[in-house]
């Protein structure tokens, strides 16, 4: 397709990511108006630098871009749309679904190692919402599957790619700390009897609790053997 | 999470499991995850755990075990350091603990703040609208279908079928799709000359009833092999309408329609 000589790309690129409800993919741009990939970033970055202080603004999500409202008129829109409650995730869907982002891809015994108790009714969860999904399977006994997030993962957390998540890494003021204790820890008296002597309770103190949960896991093994 | 102990009430914050709980006991008390701390919050674990109550036996399994941990740190930790020399003596080795709590539970502390940065994020994400508009793909087909059409299918539904026979009649099919193809090809010709130039799929059916599935398939296959060979036209209006056909006119004159199924 040719544009009439007056009009510049860009308007076209604002009109197409204008018009499509969904984001528009770079090769797709591209090939509409017969622009290599680098052209059309180049329209994109003019236009915007044109939409800078406009309520609009365009974004890449999910390596695509899209034309959408600015967060901070939010409010407005929200009252014009009528929009009453956003589904957000729950916390605990929130912590799986950053292990999977940051682990992919993982599996699901992995995942419950992580987090140090079961995930998979938040697991099923997740893959109904569509933000994980399989892919593929480990060559560990069982090939139990491996689970990895979704390209709706990114359009919903308004990510271009993995790439955007934040390292997964201590600041440095951590490992100064780290190191503090570490020393500390040389200085500690290899015996104390107080210590010992709460050790001592911990593991045998008149804990009916632990008792009835010892009784209730040997139960079950039972059962299971 | 609320329980009645001696008469008080104690509120439970809520954890999400062990090494959620371990984090907070050791982010509450202002340490960093060392094995110092660790085993310092051991006594408030178990306080925890006793506060735990009647939970599934597997969640109460993974708490318990991570305390197995906790006092398997604690005790080492307790006990004197092995001079450098006699380790080999005693088998110790200074080996890195694929169980190493500290190591799960600092990384699970950075998977937390992942966390919280994905729920910032999504916030952020959810305030942005896109322009809802563009050429939507009809949801349902029942959005395209008129008034006349639904009351039609409507009672097509309400006519009484004849009853589900018992038991299941597992008949050969004595009609081949060669044979109905030859039947089709003469219905067609006859209702031509009558002047009808299309005639539906129900009329092919119209001498055994449209109950006889058998017959309903070789005949849909007959009218899809005539298609392939160019005899007939095969028109539909719409999803689920029905079936019409029509002789091409370059096949008018092909006689016998006889064809060979190869």
Known sequence: MSLPENIPPEHAIEAMLFASPTPVPAEELAEAGNWSKREVEDYIERLRRQLCDRGLEVRKVAGAYSMLTRSEVAPFVERIL??????????????????VAYKQPITRPQLEAARGINADRTLSQLLDLDLVCQVGRAELPGRPFMFGTTELFLEHFGLSGLEDLPELA??????????????ESLETPPIRSREMQQLADDISGPSTNLQRLLAKIRKKEDVEA | MEQEIDGYKVQLPFFEGP??????????????????????????????????????????????????QLLELKSRLLLPEPEPDDSHLFGFEEEPDEDDLVARLREYQLLK???????????????????????????????????????????????????????????????????????????????????RSRTRFSELMKERGDDDRPLVVVTFLALLEMARRDRVELFQDGYLGEIECEIKPEARAFNPARVSMN
Do not use: M
Request: proline share 5%; with cysteine.
């Open chain 1, 82 to 99: 009528q929009v009453q409650n956003k589904q957000r995730l729950s916390r605990v869907q929130l912590e799986v679904l950053s292990i």
């Open chain 1, 170 to 183: 201590w600041d440095d003021s951590a490992d100064e700390l780290e190191e503090f204790s570490l020393e």
């Open chain 2, 19 to 68: 090494l959620d709980l371990l984090l907070s006991l050791v982010e509450e008390s202002e340490l960093d995850i060392t094995e110092i701390s660790l085993s310092a919050v051991t006594g408030q674990y178990r306080e925890y755990l006793e506060l735990l109550g009647q939970l599934d036996v597997e969640i109460e399994s993974s708490y318990l075990l991570v305390f197995a």
């Open chain 2, 113 to 195: 703040r992942a966390a919280l940065w994905l729920a910032e994020h999504e916030g952020q994400s959810l305030a942005r609208y896109p322009h809802p508009s563009g050429l939507a793909e009809p949801e349902t087909p029942l959005l395209h279908t008129s008034l006349r059409s639904l009351h039609s299918a409507a009672l097509r539904c309400l006519k009484p079928r004849k009853p589900f026979k018992e038991p299941i009649d597992y008949r050969r099919i004595e009609l081949s799709v060669p044979d109905r193809v030859e039947q089709v090809w003469q219905t067609l010709q006859q209702a031509r000359q009558q002047g």
